[in-house]
């Protein structure tokens, strides 16, 4: 005997609005084992899960390649060349040794 599931409508404990519990998540919850109903609306859990990680640090470089100002993830070593992403990008790639 299969279940059917509707959609519900559910109160967000965090910011208290309403939302949407569809059918096909009920069905995965269901299908993943989980026995509560969600707490949270969908923005509140996405803020919940990765609000609190810091943004990435970026590092402004003068390419090696044109010239051109642009960020990079990491910190560029002095005496290293840094390459934009388009000059990164059309560089040969170096062969790989054996």
């Given at each position: 005997m299969g279940f059917t599931f509707l959609d519900r409508e559910l109160v967000c404990k965090d910011c208290g609005e309403a939302f949407?519990?569809?059918?096909?998540?009920?069905?995965?919850?269901a299908v993943m084992g989980f026995?509560?109903?969600?707490?949270?609306?969908?923005?509140?859990?996405?803020?919940?899960?990765y609000g609190n990680r810091?943004?990435?640090q970026k590092y402004?470089?003068?390419?090696?390649?044109?010239?051109e100002i642009a960020t990079v993830p990491f910190r560029?070593?002095?005496?290293?060349?840094?390459?934009?992403r388009k000059c990164y990008h059309s560089k040969p790639k170096k062969p790989d040794v054996a």
């Amino acid at each position: 005997m299969g279940f059917t599931f509707l959609d519900r409508e559910l109160v967000c404990k965090d910011c208290g609005e309403a939302f949407v519990w569809s059918a096909g998540e009920q069905e995965f919850y269901a299908v993943m084992g989980f026995d509560n109903d969600p707490a949270r609306c969908p923005a509140c859990r996405r803020q919940r899960r990765y609000g609190n990680r810091r943004p990435p640090q970026k590092y402004r470089i003068v390419c090696s390649g044109c010239g051109e100002i642009a960020t990079v993830p990491f910190r560029p070593r002095p005496g290293r060349a840094v390459y934009c992403r388009k000059c990164y990008h059309s560089k040969p790639k170096k062969p790989d040794v054996a």
